[in-house]
């Protein structure tokens, strides 16, 4: 036995203790299934038949106390340690990048209590989202967070990487549904946030836990909103000759303060690969589809307000029933193998800017990449619409990058740094649901700026060892 | 190797999230591994070099799926994990790497005998062969499937061989199944001989409606999953004055403790007991609920792990209304 295997039996046996023999695992299939989560890069390197690193040891806690244990444990042994969701996120935020503990939170799985006189839901926040609306509709609400990842992230994963729904043009992303967390600090102190999101009693520490993607503690409860389930909810889609024209329409919808729950602009390379493949429309331009929901006489009269908008430029009125479609098939775009897949290379440029600036972002990385990398293919659907802007959910995808990996994630990272900046430069910000993570840490200093040392003081502070993902959000590594 | 023919399965699967919420065994274990991705993680790596086959770790996780189907089901594609893992629990046995506690659960699937005994034009095979006085009846626990889902296609084949020899003898032109595995197993497989399901049979009869009582009817992973979600038994059901109310909380998720994967609870009784738990809390906002299953395992199961959960069987449920 050598001294790191000595540590290591050392280490799991002080785990087992705080969490129980049957959640610790160290085998090979569990480890492997934590060594990638959605990024792009390290399915890149298995697809290519390298080895990922694993964590350690996967641990699942069940209460804050447990994960208050482990993070003792952790900062004994100065070990890092990276929360785990639903592992399902798209920047590589759950990567164990340095090994050791997996905090998979799966566990802490419980609704504690629905409050009907406030319309508040307090849950565990290792729960699967999906499972989480289904017991809130059991009790005849909603949390109206159904983004594209609902059956596989947990509620966790939203509020660390500031996660989104379709329906976020009524009812706002993660960060605008919860209302309070109960966090373990790295240190392991067991903290609650203000028990409301409104208040002057100083920042937000719940501001400052939305989007920390778990480096600057554990989030492990939450109280967030519920709403009743809307009397209606009804969908509309037209065709506009060019992007410009459904864009002009798209904001007038929201600065005449229509309240639609969606709003969402295929370009026209979208509109004439995915529309068309997933909802059979075959028609060239651009779809726009938006919906509304809520008592019906509101519903009917706001969608007659936005058709009417629309009907002014569009080429052509889709109806009713293409917005329905869109609807009920507004997941199927994420399902194999509608959604791209290997051998591709494919990101996910996700924008956010003002009215005034989304379509400089848009053309700026459009033409970034064409003119760049004529190998790739730029598409893009607008979607999370504000008040004063909206969302660029910009991809790239090349059919046949390098075979070797290293050269296909070189590139891949290339195609990233000359978009994303272009963007920035144009008023954009990375980016609006989906996190930093690892793969975009490199850019944080050019969007923060000099205050950015501002968040690393924080960090400094708040994780002294600096034990919790470490490498991520553009924090320094574990040997930084 | 029998993945190689899944392979489109394994491409699709090894990055996708989208069915994770229904997988019955990763619901209570909360382990990646225990999941549609974990699993065709796993056989990817097989399939890129065969001796990742001999990790212990890899075959104990394949052992360890429930086999409900659900996640085939609400992928919108339809990929086939669930075919994914038969196949490489194949791989697993044809290499002789099955674990000594599978091989000696095959070694008492393989001696079954059946026996047909009665009078009758119709051959009943299900475990209540007392309501059926006017069949056949054909004994013997199971037909080849369970062998046939732990890997064992050679002996699985020799057991329904039997099977189907004993069918032949008995001369009836239709043969009723209660147990859904067997019917899964069985309506595709006997030429010369119509295989129904025990609901569809009793369902024919126009029984009567009793006093109307409330119910929860527990779906089965092979009538839903497997076999196109007959709708016999909840028709049998509402006939019979059943009041089915939706239980859980979504109408997706299996709670048939294993039954997919046929000996589950006999290869993984500490695991078997958790899904069981998990139907047990489910239920607890209920006082004192009825529910009904189309299978004899389910039945069983729940009743082993909680004695006092009242769980009978569609026979059951007509007998009790005929009485």
Known sequence: ?480 | MHIDTFKDTINACRFCFMCRHLDPVGNVTFRESDTPRGRALICDRIRMNAANLQNPDYIDTLYRSALSAANRTHCVSHYDETGLCLAMRRDVVAAGLASETVKALAKTLETEVFTVKGKGKILYYGGHPELYSDCKTISGKDPGKALEVLGFSAASKKVFARFKKAVAASQCQTLIVAEPSAYDFLKDKLAGIKVVHVAEHLLAANPKAAKTRKAYYLESDFLRNYDSNPSAPRDLLKALGYALLPFGTNDEESYAVGEGAVVFDALNPKLCAKLCARVYGLAHDSKKPLFITASLYVRDTLRKYNPAFNVITIEEAAAQSAS
């Open chain 1, 1 to 480: 036995m050598t001294p790191k295997d000595y540590l290591y039996e050392m280490i799991r046996s002080e785990l087992t203790w705080a969490v129980g023999d049957d959640n610790v695992q160290t085998n090979d299939a569990d480890t492997l299934g934590h060594s990638l989560d959605y990024y792009w890069v390290p399915e890149c390197w298995h697809d290519r038949g390298e080895r990922l690193t694993p964590p350690d040891f996967v641990v699942h806690p069940s209460t804050a106390k447990e994960v208050s244990e482990v993070l003792k444990i952790a900062n004994t042994h100065n070990i890092p340690v990276t929360p785990w969701g639903g592992g399902s996120g798209s920047q590589g935020g759950a990567l164990p990048i340095y090994g050791g503990i997996i905090l998979d939170m799966k566990r802490m799985n419980k609704v504690l209590a629905i409050d009907p006189v406030s319309m508040t839901v307090t849950v565990e926040v290792g729960i699967n989202t999906q499972h989480l609306e289904w017991a809130v509709e059991k009790a005849g609400y909603s949390t109206m967070h159904f983004p594209a990842s609902i059956a596989c992230a947990t509620l966790g994963g939203f509020i660390a990487h500031r996660g989104t729904g379709v329906l976020s043009t009524k009812y706002g992303k993660i960060e605008d549904m919860i209302m309070s967390l109960e966090v373990v600090t790295p240190t392991g102190e067991i903290i609650n946030t203000l028990p409301v999101p409104r208040h002057a009693s100083g920042p937000s520490l719940t501001e400052l836990y939305l989007g920390s993607e778990g480096t600057l503690g554990v989030v492990t409860r939450a109280t967030m909103k519920i709403h009743p389930i809307p009397e209606s909810r009804k969908f509309h889609a037209f065709l506009f000759k060019t992007m410009h024209d459904a864009m002009i329409a798209g904001s007038k919808i929201m600065t005449s303060r229509l309240r639609p729950c969606v709003i969402r602009l295929y370009d026209e390379t979208e509109t004439a690969k995915l529309v068309k493949r997933v909802l059979d429309i075959d028609k060239e331009g651009v779809y726009l589809v938006f919906g509304f929901d809520g008592p019906e006489k509101m519903v009917d009269l706001q969608l007659e307000n936005a058709c009417a908008i629309c009907a002014k430029t569009a080429s052509e009125d889709l109806g009713t029933e293409a917005g329905q479609n869109w609807w009920k098939n507004r997941y199927k775009f994420f399902y194999p193998p509608y959604m791209f897949h290997m051998p591709q290379a494919f990101g996910t440029l996700d924008t956010v800017a003002t009215f005034s600036n989304i379509e400089k972002v848009y053309w700026a990385m459009k033409n970034t990449v064409n003119q760049n990398f004529p190998q790739a293919t730029f598409i893009g659907h607008f979607s999370h619409w504000y008040d004063w802007g909206c969302m660029l959910y910009a991809r790239f995808i090349i059919d046949e990058p390098p075979e070797d990996p290293r050269e296909a994630i070189a590139l891949y990272n290339k195609i990233w740094d000359m978009a994303i900046r272009a963007a920035i430069k144009e008023g954009g910000v990375i980016n609006e649901h989906h996190g930093v993570g690892l793969k975009l840490g490199r850019i944080m200093r050019d969007l923060y700026g000099p205050a950015f040392t501002i968040l690393e003081s924080i960090k400094k502070t708040l994780d002294p060892n600096n034990i919790m993902n470490p490498g991520k959000l553009g924090f320094p590594g574990k040997g930084a």
